[in-house]
């Protein structure tokens, strides 16, 4: 079975703090995705990456960024976290184009 | 630019009865199209996938979806809903025009009383 993992389920930061949240995947997946989750809005791209070193913003790129230096780690960087940034984030991976996306189990942050 | 309309935020059914989840897409060509579900404080499990050929397809834990181009439409169904159902369900849609990312719905919240 293909395993996306995330180093935190539960997360509390206080504002201005540099946060890192981490993802891996087991399958040697090409693409890699992080989402955030929030009610009513459904899941929102923030960024993705095609390959190692390779990062493309997402609908909601403002306020993040992301690295890729191995294949199986794609890392999710809130530079100075803010109060609005208080969501569920979802990684994904998927082998290629043109297939499913499988999940991690989420991280839930507050920033308090 | 592709969308994905879940009309029904919430849905309440009880247990045994019938279930349809309402899903309908915006692309301009033929579109590739999931459902996921989540569990609370889960992520997300791929349920079913539509790509091509037969438009009815057959997903995990007895859920079923068909496409219907005419009508931009993909809902999921259920014949007997059971209470481990009860979940949010996301209704997604992809592009075949060689980018990988998925567009998805707002999610519709089904509560299954007894």
Redo the contacts between chains.
């Keep these: 079975d293909v395993k996306v993992t995330q180093s935190s389920r539960y997360l509390v930061k206080r504002t201005g703090e540099k946060v890192f949240l981490e993802c891996v995947q087991d399958m040697d997946h090409e693409n890699m995705f992080w989402y955030r989750q929030d009610p009513g809005l459904g899941l929102r791209l923030i960024y993705f990456s095609y390959d190692v070193k390779m990062k493309e913003k997402g609908d909601i790129p403002e306020g993040y960024s992301v690295s890729r230096e191995k294949k199986e780690r794609f890392s999710l960087i809130l530079e100075s976290a803010s109060t609005n940034q208080t969501s569920m984030y979802l990684c994904a991976s998927s082998p290629g184009d043109f297939y499913e996306q499988y999940f991690g189990p989420g991280t839930r942050l507050t920033v308090t | 630019a592709q969308s994905v309309t879940q009309p029904d935020?919430h849905i309440t059914v009880s247990e045994g009865a019938s279930l349809e989840l309402r899903c309908n897409y915006s692309y301009g060509a033929t579109p590739?199209l999931?459902w996921?579900v989540q569990s609370p404080?889960?992520?997300?499990?791929?349920l079913l996938?539509y790509?091509s050929g037969d438009t009815l397809v057959q997903g995990i834990k007895g859920f079923e979806a068909e496409f219907k181009r005419s009508q931009s439409s993909f809902n999921l169904r259920k014949p007997s809903v059971h209470w481990s159902d009860a979940a949010e369900y996301?209704c997604a849609v992809?592009a075949?025009d060689?980018?990988?990312?998925?567009f998805?719905?707002?999610?519709t919240r089904l509560t299954v009383i007894p």
């Design positions: 935020i590739y999931f996921y404080g889960q992520g997300l499990q791929l996938k790509f996301f992809g075949k060689g980018a990988n990312n998925l998805f719905g707002t999610g």
